[in-house]
């Protein structure tokens, strides 16, 4: 898919660098790609430090309380 958005060139030349790819388009995907799979990452840890799973019965401060 194909789209256009406004952001400042430091950000984007930033974005380059830190992706370490050259053309724009694909900097701003891997960049983009590289949130998402670190905010879904972040949450699923919050789900299984608060005990939503069965799996993962303890909360985080039950496993903390449990190691002392």
């Keep these: 898919m194909k789209f256009s958005v406004e952001m400042e ?3 984007l030349e ?3 660098l830190a992706t370490g790819i050259s053309k724009k388009g694909p900097a701003v995907a891997k960049a983009a790609t590289e949130y998402l799979r670190r905010a879904m990452a972040k949450e699923f840890a919050t789900m299984v430090m608060e ?7 303890l909360t985080n401060d039950e496993i903390e309380q449990s190691d002392r």
């Design 14 to 16: 930033k974005i380059m």
């Design 51 to 57: 005990g939503k799973f069965e799996d993962y019965p």
């Design 9 to 11: 060139e430091s950000t």
